[in-house]
RNA sequence: GCCCCCAUCGUCUAGAGGCCCAGGACACAUCCCUUUCACGGAUGCGACAGGGGUUCGAAUCCCCUUGGGGGUACCA
């Protein structure tokens, strides 16, 4: 039997984390199977579902890079389905119609709540008369259609994640409404039909879920399938242990992307909640971790999401990468901060760049902050910069670095040929090295930290931008 | 309220009765490297929720308590 996996994301909202997380899952369990997997879009809500949330579901998944290779199938364009299979229900008296208002139902359950019970529908139409069920139809009420739930009734499945669970049908909070009072079909019924009808195997999803199983496996039943296996891994929550919302900072992986991460750095990372390769390696592909991934390795306790941790793993994957793939990663991001990079000396010259800022960032959109001096002229002066170019001496000796690169015939610009030349300079001055350094990087950079000096120093040189900061710094302290 | 699930350092986790006075990673602290901030290296800090069992022996098995999470829709 070849394992059939498949995501179900309801575009009633972005590619949200846990869902992302969840679709990594079921794509490594997939391939680890040579199985399929499959995307579907449940978009049955028609108030709630919205276009560009498909079309933002769709471009993050493609971002992560976890190709899907079937659908994607959207529910709205099944509908037909789910109604014949309505029918069929209703046909074999396995659903009925019920009439209940709105408003019935909500005193019914205030009722039960006072009474120290729990909300549940009554099934007081599951009888009705066919008298009954005409003067309800001529007082003009459209009813929903419920699937009938035999109480009380173990119904128990071996989670693969969890091992076995068992729920009382007596829990299920009475019959269910499997079609709306529109006609349309509800989630329980569409994913049961779809699962059936696309051949799924393992439905692999959050303990969200979890609930909802009992009833999907007793509408297997009444359709004649076998349910699949079920693996409901746990939830990702916020740092504080609580539900991930948009006030944690970023919960779509669109925003991620923003952010500066990586893909493959915030695949990984989602891999590692809850699960962990045998090896106990910690940075990983994730076509490496699909060869070791299996459910016994997923724990099922919920995972707390952790900015640090994220930002350690992304800051590891970029400095593995190669120059040319970092000034690709990193162009978007200087474009958003406003940098022309068309008038670079070369493509060499950016690679240099992008190598040199790459070990101190974590994420790609730092990168903007610490370039900023090579890619942008003129530069302003942070405080302590300005401090640090009035010592006494700094001036001369800035002078000083200034005649000394002018009239320096240098054979190649690069890190060898112009520290004689600083050094050159610390003698003639009679000035601490560290406290020219200092100074040198105040007037080329504008700020008193950032990259090793001596290659932004060569990178200056190299665009023409040096002496023109030396002499900008004399006028400055003029 | 009721039902279900879960419980190892601050966080992510390893651990499936003796290999564990519990290992790794992130974070944090100190030191080294360094013109700076980082990176990198070294060291340190730090946990089996509590209580009962079972057993020669329990982080590992069972029960209870406590705590956390999920569900309880004509949402998915």
């Known amino acids: 039997m070849t394992v059939r996996v498949r995501l179900a994301p309801s575009p009633t909202g972005n590619l949200h984390i846990g869902t992302a997380r969840t679709a990594v899952f079921n794509w490594l369990y997939a391939r680890h199977h040579n199985g399929t997997f499959i995307l ?23 971002w992560l890079g976890l190709d899907w290779d079937e659908g994607p199938i959207y529910q709205s364009r099944r509908i037909e389905r789910y109604q014949a299979v309505v029918e069929q229900l209703l046909d074999q008296g396995l659903a009925y119609r019920c009439y209940v208002s709105e408003a019935e139902l909500e005193e019914m359950r205030i009722a039960q709540k006072a009474a120290g019970k729990a909300p549940r529908y009554d099934n007081r139409h599951r009888f009705l008369t066919e008298a009954q069920r005409q ?34 049908t007596q829990d299920l909070g009475g019959d269910m409404v499997i079609a709306r009072a529109d006609g349309y079909p509800l989630y329980n019924l569409a994913v049961v039909v779809d699962d059936i009808d696309m051949g799924i195997t393992h439905v692999i999803r959050g303990e969200d879920h979890i609930a909802n199983t009992p009833k999907q496996i007793l509408l297997y039943r009444a359709l004649g399938y076998e349910p699949p296996q079920f693996a409901h891994s746990p939830l990702i929550l916020n740092p504080e242990g609580k539900k991930l919302s948009k006030r944690d900072g970023a919960t779509s992986v669109a925003e991620f992307q923003q952010m500066g991460f990586l893909p493959e750095a915030l695949k990984n990372y989602l891999a590692l909640l809850s699960w962990s390769p045998p090896d106990g390696e910690e940075i990983f592909s994730l076509e490496k971790a699909a060869t070791l991934f299996d459910f016994e390795r997923v724990t099922r306790s919920a995972a707390r999401f952790d900015w640090d ?86 001036a001369e000796a800035m002078r000083a670095m200034a005649t000394t690169l002018a009239q320096a015939d240098l054979p190649e610009i690069s890190v060898q040929s112009l520290k004689p030349l600083v050094d050159q300079v610390a003698k003639a001055q009679g000035m601490k090295k560290g406290l020219l350094m200092k100074s040198l990087r105040a007037a080329l950079t504008g700020d008193v930290q950032g990259p090793d000096l001596m290659e932004s120093f060569v990178l200056l040189q190299r665009r023409g931008w040096a002496l023109p900061r030396l002499e900008a710094v004399q006028r400055l302290l003029a």
Request: no cysteine.
């Open 135 to 168: 003067a309800y139809e001529a007082e003009g009420r459209q009813p929903v259609i419920r699937f009938k739930i035999e109480e009380p009734q173990e119904i128990s499945w071996v989670d693969l994640i969890r091992g076995q669970i068992t729920w009382n």
């Open 309 to 394: 941790k994220l930002n350690w793993l992304n800051s590891q994957y970029i400095k593995q990468l190669s120059p040319a793939e970092l000034v690709e990663r990193l162009t978007p991001f200087w474009q958003a901060a406003g940098f022309d990079l068309t008038t670079v000396p070369d493509a060499a010259w950016l690679e240099d760049l992008a190598r040199l800022i790459a070990d101190g960032i974590d994420r790609l959109t730092e990168a903007s902050s610490l370039s900023r001096f090579l890619l942008q002229d003129p530069i302003s002066y942070t405080l302590p910069a300005l401090e640090q170019l009035r010592l006494p001496g700094v």
């Open 40 to 62: 579907r879009i449940e978009d049955t809500d028609r108030d709630r579902s919205l276009p560009r949330h498909t079309r933002n579901i769709l471009a993050g998944l493609a």
